[in-house]
């Protein structure tokens, strides 16, 4: 499993960024998938999943409303749109295979990857 995350960078609070993650190496229609972040001195949290079909979508409550989750099978690539952007939105974000349980815990994915960094300015 190979998962490549890009699109993050600098943008202002009240923004938009849209992230991208291109899979590899696994039958990417076949699996659920996940986003999630990570703060500098904070624990690796859930923010946002879609079924390997995007029938559905599930949000952490603090994105809710401001981003979106949405993958393109065809092209192998799961995305995060994220809108109103705030400061405490700043961190590293993952995304990662889905392999049963919980969406929200990350011990349930793998393949991780090297993330991409979203910094939000005030």
């Known amino acids: 499993v190979q998962l490549q995350a890009s699109g993050g960078g600098l943008v202002q609070a009240g923004g938009s960024l849209r992230l991208s993650c291109v899979a590899s190496?696994?039958?990417?229609?076949?699996?659920?998938m996940g986003w999630f972040r990570q703060a500098p001195g904070k624990e690796r949290e859930f923010v946002a999943a879609?079924?390997?079909?995007?029938?559905?979508?599930y949000y952490a409550d603090s994105v809710k409303d401001r981003f979106t989750i949405s993958r393109d099978n065809a092209k192998n690539t799961v995305y995060l749109q994220m809108d109103r952007v705030k400061p405490e939105d700043t961190a590293h974000y993952y995304c990662?295979?889905?392999?049963?349980?919980?969406?929200?815990?990350?011990?349930?994915?793998?393949?991780w990857g090297q993330g991409t960094l979203v910094t939000v300015s005030s």
């Open positions: 190496g696994y039958r990417f229609s076949h699996y659920d």
């Open positions: 879609i079924t390997y079909n995007g029938g559905s979508r």
């Open positions: 990662a295979v889905f392999t049963g349980g919980r969406y929200r815990d990350t011990a349930n994915y793998r393949g």
